[in-house]
Each structure stands twice: as C-alpha cells, then as structure tokens.
C-alpha cells in the first residue's frame, strides 16, 4: 500500500493542529513571565512557535513515511517583490490605519490594536511573516495531503474553512 503525504485525513489535519497549538501554548510565558510585555508579545510569539512545531511535525513524520516535502519558493523577478512589498506599505498606511482609526472613533475599541499598526515590526510580521507561514501551512502541507485523498472541491474548502475559522477575528474589531 502506498503512503500518503501527511496529514492526509480531516482528523489528521485536527490532530495536528491540536497538538502544535497545545505544544506551543506555554513557550512565549517563559519568555517576558510576569511582565506587562508578555501580554503584548503572547500572541506573536505563540504563532511564530505554533508554526514552527506544525512545519516541524509534519515534515518529520512525513520524512519518516520517506514522503518529500517539496519548498517551492521562487522569486522571479526582484521588480516584483519590491512593489508588491510598496503596495503592501501604500495599502497599511493609506487604506488601512485610517479605516482603523475611523473604526476605533465609531466602536470606541481598544487603542492597543490600532497602535500595533504604526510599529514596522508588527508590519513586517502582519504582512510577510505571516502570511508566508499560513501560507506554508495551509497551502503546502493541509491541502497537499488532503489532495491525496479527497476531491479538489472537498479538500481546498475544508483547507480554507480552517484558515478562516483560525482568523475568527476578521479586522480584530467585533469582540
């Protein structure tokens, strides 16, 4: 019987995530512990690690089943790159932090949100990091497998179903 790339089941797929959210839970308290930075630094820290352990355990299983793991990162043109990285900018600064600031004029919401949006940092990790991540996760490794043994149709709905239910938040402003 062949292997199949792995998670290749919903429940693997579950499982997984689970289990590296789980595994990823208690590293970012060891690091600002009992600090007002801590509350500050939990939720990227807890993503970046909660990435890392989900890559890591899918491509060791995956290596164990004797399954490649394909990196497809291509840069074709630098030209590229660089507008798309100044229309992410443009996009941040003219589009988005007005639209957020006017919403936190009509909600009366939490300034910590919208101040993130003026540290580069939280920029950078908002509109590279992350998306190259989930992008890697659910793309690369959920539907990939999912791919093996479902319907194109079945396997790209549950794959984009579980990265929207993983963004429950949409714009961080209906709490």
Known sequence: ????????KLIQVLGLLIAALSLAKPFPFFIAMNSQAATKLYPPVLFVIFCFLFISISYLLNYKRKQKMEWNFKIINLRVLYLL??????????????INSFLNQILHYNPEISNSFDKPLFIIGA????PM???IIFRGIILKGLLTRYTKQYA???????LG???RKPL???E
């Open 156 to 162: 790209i709905l549950f794959s984009s179903t579980t």
């Open 85 to 98: 990285l100044l229309l992410l900018l443009v996009f941040n600064i003219g589009i988005n932090k007005p």
């Open 127 to 130: 509109t590279l990091l992350a």
């Open 165 to 167: 239910l993983i963004h």
């Open 1 to 8: 019987m062949k292997k199949r790339f792995f998670p290749n």
């Open 133 to 135: 991540l989930e992008e």
């Open 172 to 174: 961080q402003k209906w």
